[in-house]
């Protein structure tokens, strides 16, 4: 985590501004249509796209030698698939639990474990071919479940990720007891994109370490 405090401090500027431009955009197409599927589009699209230009910088400020923009302007949409995938399975976890099937409900947060690092993939690695989709989901299970300290943090970050879909969840039940106006986009919105970058620059050199990349913050040098 602390390594992630550090890239993220040597682009904080950077972070700040994709970050107001992303909730910028979701506002705009909540608030021009004022309704929830407009809100659910935004969503779905725009974090995925925050998510491929985190990794992206992270990516070139480890050294990894490619132009950060460039490279997020080639691969988000394949984020933004692989995000929907994920999000599905999300979903579906919890719709098994709720519904008292545990043992599914597990199976499919295992393989919400697994595409862990499957973006990432997808970001950072140069393999354009038909199968780049299909292959990042067999690296990401790979790299997810080889070593107990990998398993732990891979799990670690899975949690991170699912905490704000949960606490929005909470707070929107209490904006709306609450009667307080446009509640569904002001307990989703704000607190989902502003840890987008958090969970992404994390994300992204968990799995750099667990490949053998070395991490060295090269930015500014």
């Given at each position: 985590m602390w390594r992630a405090c550090v890239f993220i401090y040597a682009r904080f500027p950077l972070y700040l501004l994709l970050t107001g431009a992303a909730l910028a955009l979701e506002a705009a197409t909540y608030f021009i249509w004022r309704n929830d599927a407009a809100l659910q589009i935004a969503?779905?699209?725009v974090p995925p796209i925050l998510t491929a230009a985190a990794y992206a910088i992270t990516g070139q400020d480890a050294g990894l030698g490619f132009e950060a923009f460039s490279r997020t302007a080639r691969r988000f949409w394949l984020v933004i698939a692989m995000d929907f995938l994920t999000t599905t399975i999300v979903a579906l976890s919890f719709v098994s639990i709720g519904a008292g099937?545990?043992?599914?409900?597990?199976?499919?947060?295992a393989a919400t474990v697994s595409l862990a690092y499957a973006d990432v993939y997808l970001v950072l690695h140069d393999e354009p071919d038909g199968l780049f989709f299909i292959r990042s989901v067999g690296r990401?299970?790979?790299v997810a479940w080889h070593g107990l300290e990998i398993i732990g943090r891979t799990i670690s970050l899975v949690a991170l990720q699912l905490l704000p879909v949960l606490l929005s969840a909470q707070l929107q039940i209490r904006l709306v007891a609450q009667?307080?106006?446009f509640a569904s986009f002001w307990s989703a919105a704000p607190l989902g994109t502003i840890m987008v970058p958090v969970v992404?620059?994390?994300?992204a050199l968990v799995y750099l370490d667990a490949t053998g990349h070395e991490t060295k913050l090269t930015c500014g040098e």
């Open positions: 969503l779905s699209l099937d545990v043992l599914t409900g597990v199976l499919f947060l990401s299970t790979v009667h307080v106006p992404s620059v994390l994300t």
